[in-house]
Every structure is written in C-alpha cells, then in structure tokens.
T-cell receptor, first 113, second 111 residues
Framework: GNSVTQMQGQVTLSEEEFLFINCTYS??????LFWYVQYPGEGPQLLLK?????NKGSSRGFEATYDKGTTSFHLQKASVQESDSAVYYC????????????FGTGTTVSVSP | GGIITQTPKFLIGQEGQKLTLKCQQN?????MYWYRQDSGKGLRLIYY???????QKGDLSEGYDASREKKSSFSLTVTSAQKNEMAVFLC??????????FGKGTRLTVV
C-alpha cells in the first residue's frame, strides 16, 4: 500500500546550520510528493511539491529532490533560522480515496539562536 | 483567498459522551477531509467527502460519524469519547486542481 516513513522524530540545530530530513515512501506508479510545515497553533501548510516531471522542488530556501531509484524524498536547507522551528511532514499524494494526503509521522525541528 | 474555520478550538468532554466538531470553508472546494493528529503518529484520515451529502471512511473511521449537509461545511462526531483521549482534529479541503488547505484544529481532551 501507500506509506511514508520519517525516521527522525526530532532535530535540534543552531542558526545557520544545515538541515537535512530523511524521508522514504512506498507506492505504485508515479507519485506526487509534498513537504508540509506546521507551526505551533496552526494547521499544516504546503511548503513545496515535487512531481515525477520535475524531480526537484524549492521554496523559501528549502529544497527537496525525489529519487525514484531509492524511493527517497529528502528535505534540506543550507542555513536555518530560528523562525524555521516547526514540525515538517513528508507527504505522499494519492490518486485514490478522494485524493487524500498520506502523512509521515513528522520531524520536529528546533533551531536555537 | 479563503479560510477554513474549525469550532470549537478546545473541547473537553467526559467519558462516553457524544461530541461534535464543526468545520466551515469558504474556498468553494468540493472535497473535504477530517484528520486526527496524535503526537508522534502524524495525521491519519478519519473521513472524507467529495461533494455535498457524500461520505467516505478513511483508515481511522471506527468510533466516528461525519456529516456533509452543505458544500461549505463538514462535521465530525465522536460517538463515545474514550477516557484520557487527547488529540487534535484537523479539517481540510481541496479544490479540483489546488493544494490541500487545513484549518487550525480542534484540541480534544477527555476526562
């Protein structure tokens, strides 16, 4: 079936450090993959989207590259700021079930000044 | 732009109680979703609806009912609240070729 795996539950960094969050997925066919970000007290919001057509997405300094061979979809940012502290979800788009999104378990990123 | 409004923001219920959570969207989106968010478990789909009066079960539908009487609103009922249950319920909507937008959530505590 369709699933997403995020192994890192928590990442703690200082400002200007490099962020890397690992994600792997399982699906048949050609997936659409997303990273959603959730700030305290808010609902998740779309950070970036990648389809098989373009392999790579970027937004607000974040980049994600999709690799069909390793079924991975990692998120990275070269230099984080305190305002990047949030929960990041790796998300798989589904063509079934009302096109509902399938979420990973989330990675809490804490950035100290 | 549009907005998704969830009420109430906080809900405290008693064991065995029937509790209803409400969601309104003004995007004019056809599809709406209810997700449950537990710490360390991500978001799991409870119910979704692709149009007014349509209801479809997600992976976590047991113990819940839903209602979509209007295109703009989607309600979720916890049929019998479980003691010590604590979770955030998130409502979302999607248009025909748009991203999925989320509300801010209802935080449920059962005492």
């Amino acid at each position: 079936g369709n699933s997403v795996t995020q192994m890192q539950g928590q990442v703690t960094l200082s400002e200007e450090e490099f962020l890397f969050i690992n994600c792997t997925y399982s699906t048949t066919g050609y997936p659409t993959l997303f990273w959603y970000v959730q700030y305290p007290g808010e609902g998740p919001q779309l950070l970036l989207k990648v389809t098989t057509a373009n392999n790579k997405g970027s937004s607000r300094g974040f980049e994600a590259t999709y690799d069909k061979g390793t079924t991975s979809f990692h998120l990275q940012k070269a230099s984080v700021q305190e305002s990047d502290s949030a929960v990041y979800y790796c998300v798989l788009g589904s063509y079934q079930g009302g096109r509902a999104l399938i979420f990973g378990t989330g990675t809490t990123v804490s950035v100290s000044p | 732009g549009g907005i998704i409004t969830q009420t109430p923001k906080f809900l405290i219920g008693q064991e065995g109680q029937k509790l209803t959570l409400k969601c309104q969207q003004n995007f004019n989106h056809d599809t709406m979703y209810w997700y449950r968010q537990d710490s360390g478990k991500g978001l799991r789909l409870i119910y979704y609806s692709i149009t007014e009066n349509d209801l479809q079960k997600g992976d976590l539908s047991e113990g819940y009912d839903a209602s979509r009487e209007k295109k703009s609103s989607f309600s979720l009922t916890v049929t019998s609240a479980q003691k010590n249950e604590m979770a955030v319920f998130l409502c979302a909507s999607r248009g025909s070729n748009t991203e999925v937008f989320f509300g801010k959530g209802t935080r449920l505590t059962v005492v």
